[in-house]
T-cell receptor, first 110, second 111 residues
């Protein structure tokens, strides 16, 4: 299957700081999603972004499909941003199931 | 709009017992996925269905696991007999077209 590498594995920020999370794929993907797993364990959809750039409030994401990576930007972080951020992808070879990275664990302190 | 619904949310059972997890996908979604999350292996696919038909069950660990989708609005994942190493959070997800949406998960503990 597709290997997904996320960096950094852990991140501690002070409230108000900005951060960039990265996701590299071992193969091209035509389906790419970013999720936030909150402290209660729920997986919240952030972006569906197989290519290009999207923004939603303080969050934005960019995928460069030809270079097999995606970036998630968090600006003016808040304590409620804490949790684990996952990227996941699939392609026609792997079927429709998502291959997940190990996640970036983010802690935002007051 | 109701999201993906899973039940129970928590299950504690003893080794050797049968466990049944349930999922109701989002109405109109034609794909349903079962994933498992553990500390050691992260999030991994168990099986997925398209129009109620199993398409890929290569992630099902062994014969103790089985999954069914008798209709478009209901799926079950059964473990019989359960073992302590089955302890994990089991997620159900559904999609139509591209984006997958996840249920809240079932936290299974096998003692």
């Amino acid at each position: 299957g597709i290997q997904v590498e996320q960096s950094p594995p852990d991140l501690i920020l002070q409230e108000g700081a900005n951060s960039t999370l990265r996701c590299n794929f071992s193969d091209s993907v035509n389906n790419l999603q970013w999720f936030h797993q909150n402290p209660w364990g729920q997986l919240i959809n952030l972006f569906y972004i197989p290519s290009g750039t999207k923004q939603n409030g303080r969050l934005s994401a960019t995928t460069v499909a030809t270079e097999r990576y995606s970036l998630l930007y968090i600006s003016s972080s808040q304590t409620t941003d804490s949790g684990v951020y996952f990227c996941a992808g699939s392609n026609s070879n792997s079927g429709y199931a998502l291959n997940f990275g190990k996640g970036t664990s983010l802690l935002v302190t007051p | 709009d109701a999201g993906v619904i899973q039940s129970p949310r928590h299950e504690v059972t003893e080794m050797g017992q049968e466990v049944t997890l349930r999922c109701k996908p989002i109405s109109g979604h034609d794909y349903l996925f079962w994933y498992r999350q553990t500390m050691m292996r992260g999030l991994e696919l168990l099986i997925y269905f398209n129009n109620n038909v199993p398409i890929d069950d290569s992630g099902m660990p062994e014969d103790r696991f089985s999954a069914k989708m008798p209709n478009a609005s209901f799926s079950t994942l059964k473990i019989q007999p359960s073992e302590p190493r089955d302890s994990a959070v089991y997620f159900c997800a559904s999609k139509v077209v591209n984006e997958q949406f996840f249920g809240p998960g079932t936290r299974l503990t096998v003692l």
